[in-house]
């Protein structure tokens, strides 16, 4: 089992296959505090053996999802201040304590969300998440949810002057448009290292705007749900559903849309079976085949971590990588209206 890095110089490598923390210690993936004291720091601890560097994680992570705030929060619309919602922060402290004294070896990614006015709040919040991970600098500062260029525009003035004194190393957006991204890039005067969007074979919107940018500015993607919450897994169907609340919420678990995945999740199989590997690995496989994409999937297990790892070893041939192309264009799930 081996570590593939993204094409990109930067103080720390950064592998292929990352880790997503958006579940420790959120309750709409069923994770309990048993996850968090114990599986959570296994799998942490068998990344950085395999040489996983990328570690992913938001100051938001963990807040309580049934509420209205969380829900407009994760569309992009601020109705609170997320500091006040239970849970705030609670991903960073259990990514910090599993991460222990290896920090310096990795990318230890998190998220500002911003609200209230920029500069002022910009700085405590990436102190607290600091202090939140057990480490002096942050290697990835992200912005979460730049919806609007004005936002993008005082955040970046506002990471310039955390940058210069050490706090973070580099700047990135989590859901920014490409208008939002060179904004980002003008107005911080230096790269915007990253892009952190959905990109999977049910969700290859990256491809219009952001990967060619990234492609040509030495940029990096970097791929969140790349296995679209489970579905690319192949193990569910309309007769086996998932049972956490994130996923049951995800429109691409009604069943109509799991019998249309079908022939997707099929292609993925028979290039599994030349591979000897998964579904998920495949599906992986293709994400990651960018020299400029990471990505970052979740693991419940230990074993779902080394499935993830492994899937950095598997080159799909031109053949297989059309054909499951080809079988993702095909795929046309059903959208309900928005409640």
């Known amino acids: 089992m081996s570590v593939r890095y993204v094409s990109v110089q930067c103080a720390k490598p950064i592998s292929k296959i990352g880790l ?19 599986d959570a720091r296994a799998i942490v601890r068998r990344a950085l053996e395999l040489g996983v560097t990328l570690f992913d994680t938001a100051e938001i992570y963990g807040i309580e999802a049934r509420s209205v705030s969380c829900r407009a929060l994760m569309r992009g619309v601020a109705v609170a201040d997320p500091a006040r919602l239970h849970g705030f922060g609670c991903s960073e402290r259990v990514l910090g304590e599993a991460l222990a004294h290896d920090a310096a070896s990795a990318v230890v990614a998190t998220k500002f969300y911003p609200a209230g006015p920029i500069a002022p709040s910009i700085r405590r919040h990436a102190a607290a ?3 939140r991970l057990g480490v ?4 990835l500062y992200q912005i979460h949810q730049p919806a609007r260029t004005a936002v993008v525009g005082r955040a970046m003035r506002a990471a310039h002057d955390l940058k210069h004194d050490g706090l973070i190393a580099e700047v990135g957006l989590s859901n920014g448009t490409l208008d939002g991204w060179r ?4 107005a911080l005067a230096a790269r915007v290292l990253s892009n952190q969007v959905p ?21 990096v993607i970097i791929a ?4 679209a919450r489970g579905l690319l897994s192949g193990r569910y169907n309309r007769q086996r559903l998932p049972t956490s609340p994130a996923q049951l919420a995800d429109p691409l678990f009604l069943p109509e849309n799991l019998d249309r995945a079908a022939e997707l999740v099929d292609t993925l199989r028979a290039v599994a079976d030349a591979h000897a590997a998964t579904a998920a690995q495949v599906a992986l496989a293709w994400v990651i085949r960018d020299p400029m994409v990471s ?20 080159d799909l041939t031109d053949d297989e990588y059309r054909a499951l192309t080809d079988a993702s264009a095909r795929f046309s799930p059903v959208h309900p209206p928005r409640s």
């Open 224 to 227: 969140f749900s790349p296995l």
């Open 199 to 219: 990109y999977s074979l049910v969700n290859r919107a990256a491809e219009e705007t952001l990967l060619p940018y990234a492609r040509a500015h030495g940029r």
């Open 20 to 38: 997503g923390t958006w579940q420790f210690g959120s309750p709409e993936w069923n994770y309990g505090e048993r996850y968090a004291a114990t």
């Open 183 to 186: 904004a980002a890039e003008d």
């Open 136 to 139: 002096s600098r942050i290697d």
């Open 295 to 314: 990505a970052i999937p979740g693991a419940a297990t230990v074993e779902q971590l080394e499935s993830n790892v492994a899937a950095a070893d598997i």
């Open 129 to 131: 998440s600091a202090r």
